[in-house]
């Protein structure tokens, strides 16, 4: 694939962490991702989860502007999305899934509601829906996590797809 369709394809996945549509990821995308799952599951901002949560928001936040955002200004543009921090993970995934991990971790502890460690099928594609995907896409992409088909996706399948979704166009 050229480079220049891998940057389409990488740059449509910007809009995922542009919460607010405003044409940059900043700080606020981030907690606007925390506070829209913790509303998805009645979650309290102050509860343990909540403020689990936020701190991985702000942990992803840190670890993305350290490597996209080239300028400084504490905002990724599309351009620094694509030129920095997708053209220096995509031959690392496993770099993007650690930067991600602590709010992926958060997340699924806030959608396990049985505290077993993993969450269902319905309780990702609830926290796929809060972060902006359509019900049939969050369903379809939530039972695509499920790779050992047992209705439960824990972390390693979430980190794992996640960090393939954001760094390999396929």
Known sequence: ???????????????TFDQDGNGYIDR??????AKAVLAAFGKAARSDQGQALYIGAEA???GMAGIADRDGDQRITRAE??????????????????IARPFLHAALAVADTDGDG???????????KALGATEEVAAFAAGALDTDT???IGETEIVTAFARYFTVPE
């Open 1 to 15: 694939m050229a480079s220049t369709e891998y940057e389409r394809r990488i740059a449509a996945r910007f809009s």
């Open 81 to 98: 999305f694509v030129n920095g921090a997708v053209k220096r993970l995509h031959d690392n995934p496993d770099r993007f899934a650690e």
């Open 60 to 62: 992803f936040w840190q």
């Open 118 to 128: 993993a969450a269902t099928v319905e309780e990702t594609a609830r926290v796929l």
């Open 150 to 152: 047992d209705g439960r």
């Open 28 to 33: 606020e995308d981030f907690n606007a991702a």
